[in-house]
T-cell receptor
Framework: GAVVSQHPSRVICKSGTSVKIECRSL??????MFWYRQFPKKSLMLMATSNEGSKATYEQGVEKDKFLINHASLTLSTLTVTSAHPEDSSFYIC???????????FGPGTRLTVT | EDQVTQSPEALRLQEGESSSLNCSYT??????LFWYRQDPGKGPEFLFT???AGEEKEKERLKATLTKKESFLHITAPKPEDSATYLC???????????FGKGTMLLVSP
């Protein structure tokens, strides 16, 4: 149980375009979903927390207009990187937690490369 | 400010050579301490949650323990497939977010 999927696993886009990453909880209802960013050989950096049907809460320094998060249902959250630039290239990982669990389960990650 | 420090940064072991990874933390009101394993290019895989000092949990060759200041991940007779980065994270009471340490990169040689 507690499986989280992400799509796509890898994406390459041109500078100035937007990219959408999907995160799905496959076998449980995720009341809270989290989006992280990870740089090579670094730990996870929390970008934002989202609750189903509510606006996301962004961490300090994360541009909410650049990283749009939508948590439309209890099994789906999306992260849209708008007007992507090469410095947005990174490994993006989502996680999900159920209503009665403090434990976060992570997706496999999405490697974004902006050229 | 909540802090999580993992040591060592990297550890190289021979197959069968047992050792321990350390996670020391400074938080105001610990709700839980989490251990994850992360393979290169993949998301973290959940291993354990520890909630109170004195608690221990085991899974195959791994055993996690918790005190009021630190947690240890003991690896008994490791195998090459145990090679990965092990991440420790804390959750503070009243919050759902996790604060991660920088991880310990473990390499087990045959």
């Amino acid at each position: 149980g507690a499986v989280v999927s992400q799509h796509p696993s890898r994406v390459i886009c041109k500078s100035g375009t937007s990219v959408k990453i999907e995160c799905r909880s496959l076998d449980f209802q995720a009341t809270t979903m989290f989006w992280y960013r990870q740089f090579p050989k670094k730990s996870l950096m929390l970008m934002a927390t989202s609750n189903e049907g509510s606006k996301a809460t962004y961490e300090q320094g994360v541009e909410k207009d650049k990283f749009l998060i939508n948590h439309a249902s209890l099994t789906l959250s999306t992260l849209t990187v708008t007007s992507a630039h090469p410095e947005d290239s990174s490994f993006y990982i989502c996680s999900a937690a159920g209503e009665r669990s403090y434990e976060q389960y992570f997706g496999p990650g999405t490697r974004l490369t902006v050229t | 400010e909540d802090q999580v420090t993992q040591s060592p940064e990297a550890l190289r072991l021979q197959e069968g050579e047992s050792s321990s990874l350390n996670c020391s933390y400074t938080v105001s009101g610990l709700r839980g301490l989490f251990w994850y394993r992360q393979d290169p290019g993949k998301g973290p895989e959940f291993l354990f949650t520890l909630y109170s000092a004195g608690e221990e949990k085991e899974k195959e060759r791994l055993k996690a323990t918790l005190t009021k200041k630190e947690s240890f991940l003991h690896i008994t007779a490791p195998k090459p497939e145990d090679s990965a980065t092990y991440l420790c994270a804390v959750q503070v009471s009243g919050y759902s977010t996790l604060t991660f340490g920088k991880g310990t990169m473990l390499l087990v040689s045959p």
